[in-house]
């Protein structure tokens, strides 16, 4: 079933969750494959994402290619059955997962370049503490504007409204916490080990750029969002994917452009539903599916077939 409102979104990292995927493993066959790749080009990468901690899935190096391999399976197995989006967007390392569906890059290639980023942003993790967080109930502004107060800490992913992450040294996150209680909001800690999208990845993001001439990219199958523009992907597709990885995530403005171009129905493909409360937020009048293991899976084709 191939229509024009209906969009894959890929989480980023955070969503992860020690067993994911190992439903659609077990199950699905066409998700048993995108697996099979992986792990002829990971050894080791199948037990890690069945079998590791929360601890082992927590190091980036580890997280980015989990969530690939889990997400592509994901996609791969609404295709089989059948679905066929018009539009595609990722969060963060999600955008690779989307550039590899549409066909830009082989999975194989989606996998080593994922693989790659992981490793380049890890290294620029470990220069010093640095972490995320999400703030709550506060408006885009009066995040900016308590961001301001601090010297190192960045408002980097524009969620949806009342949602906005940070990014920082863990020390200034943790007192930019408690200011933001002070003004009524909240600040949810993320599973992660990294200032990501931040000027603490120039380096990684530079590095990125450099390497990424050894990769061939196409024009995407289908129409794919940028994470730093958010509208399609046109002109110098590399620029946008290694700038994405030191730029913020317009997210928000992303969903509303995809909207605004007929998009109706978006199916979250991959671990948990990050992406789904967001949208929601951003949206009443879209439906938002979830597809992370064969119920879900089974569910979503169902409501497609019936329409909107």
Same mark, same amino acid.
């Given at each position: 079933?191939?229509? =024009?409102?209906?969009?894959?979104?890929?989480?980023? #990292?955070?969503? #992860?969750?020690?067993?994911?995927?190992?439903?659609?493993?077990?199950?699905?066959?066409?998700?048993?494959?995108?697996?099979?790749?992986?792990?002829?080009?990971?050894?080791?990468?199948?037990?890690?994402?069945?079998?590791? =901690?929360?601890?082992?899935? $927590? $190091?980036?190096?580890?997280?980015?290619?989990?969530?690939?391999?889990?997400?592509?399976?994901?996609?791969?197995?609404?295709?089989?059955?059948?679905?066929?989006?018009?539009?595609?967007?990722?969060?963060?390392?999600?955008?690779?997962?989307?550039?590899?569906?549409?066909?830009?890059?082989?999975?194989?290639?989606?996998?080593?370049?994922?693989?790659?980023?992981?490793?380049?942003?890890?290294?620029? =993790?470990? #220069?010093?503490?640095?972490?995320?967080?999400?703030?709550?109930?506060?408006?885009?502004?009066?995040?900016?504007?308590?961001?301001?107060?601090?010297?190192?800490?960045?408002?980097?992913?524009?969620?949806?409204?009342?949602?906005?992450?940070?990014?920082?040294?863990?020390?200034?996150?943790?007192?930019?916490?408690?200011?933001?209680?002070?003004?009524?909001?909240?600040?949810?800690?993320? $599973?992660?080990?990294?200032?990501?999208?931040?000027?603490?990845?120039?380096?990684?993001?530079?590095?990125?750029?450099?390497?990424?001439? =050894?990769?061939?990219?196409?024009?995407?199958?289908?129409?794919?969002?940028?994470?730093?523009?958010?509208?399609?992907?046109?002109?110098?597709?590399?620029?946008?994917?290694?700038?994405?990885?030191?730029?913020?995530?317009?997210?928000?403005?992303?969903?509303?452009?995809?909207?605004?171009?007929?998009?109706?129905?978006?199916?979250?493909?991959?671990?948990?539903?990050?992406?789904?409360?967001?949208?929601?937020?951003?949206?009443?009048?879209?439906?938002?599916?979830?597809?992370?293991?064969?119920?879900?899976?089974? $569910?979503?084709?169902?409501?497609?077939?019936?329409?909107?």
């Amino acid at each position: 079933m191939s229509k =024009s409102d209906i969009a894959f979104v890929f989480p980023g #990292q955070g969503s #992860q969750y020690p067993g994911m995927g190992r439903d659609l493993y077990e199950s699905n066959r066409a998700a048993r494959r995108v697996f099979e790749m992986a792990e002829e080009a990971r050894p080791g990468i199948t037990g890690l994402i069945l079998d590791g =901690s929360a601890d082992d899935l $927590k $190091k980036t190096i580890n997280t980015q290619p989990a969530m690939f391999c889990v997400e592509l399976a994901a996609a791969e197995a609404l295709s089989d059955a059948g679905v066929t989006p018009a539009g595609l967007a990722g969060f963060s390392l999600g955008e690779i997962t989307a550039l590899a569906f549409s066909g830009a890059v082989t999975y194989r290639e989606g996998f080593r370049m994922v693989s790659l980023r992981s490793r380049l942003m890890e290294k620029a =993790s470990g #220069q010093a503490d640095l972490t995320m967080a999400a703030i709550l109930a506060l408006d885009d502004g009066d995040v900016e504007s308590v961001c301001g107060e601090f010297a190192d800490v960045y408002p980097v992913n524009y969620n949806c409204p009342g949602q906005v992450t940070v990014s920082g040294p863990a020390e200034e996150i943790s007192a930019l916490g408690r200011r933001v209680r002070e003004l009524g909001g909240r600040a949810a800690p993320l $599973k992660v080990s990294g200032a990501f999208h931040s000027p603490f990845m120039k380096g990684a993001a530079d590095e990125f750029l450099s390497e990424l001439a =050894s990769f061939e990219v196409k024009a995407p199958g289908t129409p794919l969002y940028s994470n730093m523009t958010a509208e399609p992907y046109v002109g110098d597709f590399v620029s946008l994917l290694a700038g994405q990885m030191r730029s913020p995530v317009l997210w928000s403005a992303t969903i509303r452009n995809m909207i605004s171009a007929g998009v109706k129905t978006f199916v979250e493909t991959g671990p948990g539903k990050v992406l789904s409360g967001m949208i929601s937020r951003i949206s009443g009048d879209v439906r938002v599916l979830n597809v992370e293991d064969t119920a879900g899976l089974a $569910k979503a084709v169902e409501a497609l077939a019936a329409g909107f």
